[in-house]
């Protein structure tokens, strides 16, 4: 995915305030979402960047524009998962590997500030493959969000996969 459309997937109108954030990405690769997300955020703004793979967070830089981020190797379904305060949480193409869905949006949840925000990218399919295991579509996000307390869920972008027949989306959730 190019960085122009990543940045696309993440506009929207409301959730980036002037003040300074601090989010984490969970499950970032590569980090072509990171670096999205760095693009909308404001100066001195921090990203968590979390992936179990150590590989991978090599490409990702350390600073990228006036936004720092901080490159951390975590299992995030792991119990040692202990962020806290996060003004946002981003989940690009990372939320479909949880089988156990309602119990790791507690710890989500958890992890947020009060009017915190969540950003997720999914596959809008409820069909699993090998690597898509626990797929949500959009309507099951809303519905499973719902359940867990959240009151606003918003798709903000869509746009066609590559390798997949379903679109990508991405929803803001609060
Ligand atoms: C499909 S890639 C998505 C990468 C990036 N967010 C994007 O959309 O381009 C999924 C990433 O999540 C990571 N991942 C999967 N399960 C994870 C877990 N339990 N803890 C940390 N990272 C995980 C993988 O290592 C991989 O880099």
Redesign the pocket.
């Known amino acids: ?1 190019q960085h122009s459309e990543a940045i696309n997937m993440l506009t929207a109108p409301r959730q980036f305030s002037n003040n300074k954030q601090v989010w984490i ?9 990171t670096l999205a997300l760095a693009h909308h955020l404001s100066p001195g703004s921090k990203i968590v960047a ?4 150590k590989k ?1 967070l090599k490409e990702i830089p350390a600073k990228f524009k006036h936004v720092q981020i901080e490159r951390k190797v ?4 792991n119990n040692s998962f202990q962020f806290k305060n996060m003004d946002g949480i981003l989940l ?3 939320l479909h ?1 949880v089988r156990k869905k309602e119990a790791f949006i507690t710890k989500l949840k958890e992890a947020l500030k009060p009017n915190g925000v969540l950003i997720i ?1 999914e596959y809008d399919t409820n069909i699993f493959n090998p ?1 898509v295991p626990f797929p949500i579509s959009f309507k099951r996000l809303v519905k499973t969000f719902k359940k867990a307390g959240f009151t606003s869920i918003e798709k903000i972008g869509e746009m066609p996969s590559r390798y997949n027949r379903s679109n990508l989306y991405s929803a803001i959730i609060q």
Do not use: E, I, P, R
């Open positions: 995915m990405d969970l499950g970032c690769g590569t980090g072509t979402f979390v992936d179990k793979k991978v975590t299992n995030f379904k690009a193409n990372s590997y990218v690597w």
